[in-house]
């Protein structure tokens, strides 16, 4: 669990720091992967299932915010 923790301060310090926009929104990906990560991990250590559905809720979020923003950096539009 360490050692996420430590991939997820790393990845928050190249979301507030990126030199880039893409760079920024890799670092957000990143950082909810690996808050899944946490989550799923700190689940099975507590050993509850509500972790589990708190980490599919956020890959569901993680994965739509990922493809809105890209999408907003290639058309500078959202919605088509």
């Known amino acids: 669990m360490h050692a996420v923790g430590v991939a997820m301060l790393l990845a928050l310090w190249r979301l507030l720091r990126g030199p ?13 992967v690996t808050a899944i990560a946490e989550l799923m991990l700190f689940g099975m250590y507590i050993d509850s299932a509500i972790y589990f559905e708190a980490a599919l809720v956020i890959a569901m979020l993680g ?18």
């Open 63 to 80: 994965f739509c915010s990922t493809v809105v923003l890209s999408k907003f950096v290639l058309r500078r539009d959202i919605v088509e």
């Open 20 to 32: 880039t926009v893409p760079d920024r929104i890799l670092a957000a990906d990143t950082l909810s």
